[in-house]
């Protein structure tokens, strides 16, 4: 049964109980051509002639009379549906509502911002935060385990809704007793350098050896560390020196723990989106945080096309 075949049905019950076609026509609102034209389709759709007309008589068909007991009721069940969809709007949003995030994501302004507004406007939904790097949450997506995610990462997939958001700024650190810290320099001057890099799997590791890759330092030797928060530690116990979202890093910079480096050419901002499968149904709840997601920042909604995780 379409929406279009249920109007038909109104139109019938409609002509019926007023007796004629242009009285039903004037008890619907509608023409008395749209009327007639509405109750041939139906005789055509359903194969059977459903009101005699011979003479003065005006009154449904035996088919015509078994069809108007089925389509009251089914006026009356869709009637309730819209009334009980209409009623469940305007109930307080329940359940939960389950976003994944990887780690820069949640240190930025951004992200608890929005969680923040998102909690207070529907305090009886359950939030559950999922922090991990961009690999493990991407297979979380596409496994239905997380619905939403925020992550700072390219991605490219023709089965995922992508919202750019505002990309993070990058940022060079060193040790306050680093010889170039708050100085200029190129890749040249961090010859023999130690190089702090995030685990693998992690989006912030594989920008970093882009960066590498492009910069070319000479003899650079690197280290792995399982989070940006002990990168920036070791950083500023002169471990070694880090190329990290300053949005990780702008506590330990206020605090005179850890210096910029000024590198030419500085690291390109890294790009910030939010994700969802296309062929997945968006709970309230997650329709309701994206609907915030999108007050909070300009976004464009596209889906990517490209090769799935």
């Excluded at 109980?17 to 242009?22: E, F, P, Q, R, W």
């Excluded at 005006?58 to 009356?76: D, K, M, Q, S, Y």
């Excluded at 992550?151 to 995922?160: G, K, N, R, T």
């Amino acid at each position: 049964m379409t929406l279009t075949s249920l109007q038909r049905l109104r139109v019938y019950v409609g002509i019926v109980d007023a007796g004629s076609v242009s009285a039903g026509a004037r008890a619907l609102g509608i023409t008395q051509s749209t009327a007639s034209t509405q109750l041939r389709q139906l005789e055509v759709e359903v194969g059977s002639l459903l009101i005699e007309r011979t003479g003065r008589r005006f009154a449904p068909t035996e088919a015509g009379n078994v069809l108007l007991a089925h389509a009251r009721r089914l006026i009356v069940v869709a009637d309730e549906a819209v009334d009980d969809l209409a009623k469940m709007s305007l109930r307080p949003l329940t359940g939960a509502l389950v976003v994944g995030a990887t780690t820069t994501t949640t240190e930025g302004s951004f992200l608890p911002a929005t969680l923040r507004k998102f909690t207070a406007a529907y305090p009886e939904v359950t939030l559950d935060l999922r922090v991990e790097n961009s690999t493990t949450l991407l297979r979380k997506v596409f496994d239905g385990d997380v619905g939403v995610a925020i992550l700072a990462d390219e991605v490219d997939s023709p089965l995922l809704t992508v919202v750019p958001l505002a990309p993070e700024e990058q940022t060079v650190i060193v040790s306050r007793a680093h010889p170039l810290a708050g100085l200029s320099g190129d890749s040249r001057t961090l010859r023999g350098s130690v190089v702090l890099l995030r685990e693998e799997g992690s989006a912030t590791r594989r920008f970093q050896e882009s960066l590498l890759e492009s910069w070319k330092i000479p003899l650079v030797r690197t280290w792995t560390l399982a989070s940006t928060g002990a990168i920036v530690s070791a950083v500023a116990e002169g471990l070694g020196m880090s190329f990290l979202p300053r949005v990780a890093c702008q506590d330990a910079l206020a605090s005179n723990r850890i210096a910029e480096l000024n590198l030419d050419p500085l690291p390109s901002p890294r790009p910030v989106s939010l994700i969802h499968r296309n062929d997945r149904h968006l709970s309230r709840a997650e329709e309701h945080f994206l609907a915030l997601v999108a007050d909070g920042i300009p976004t464009t909604t596209h889906s990517q096309q490209g090769v799935t995780p």
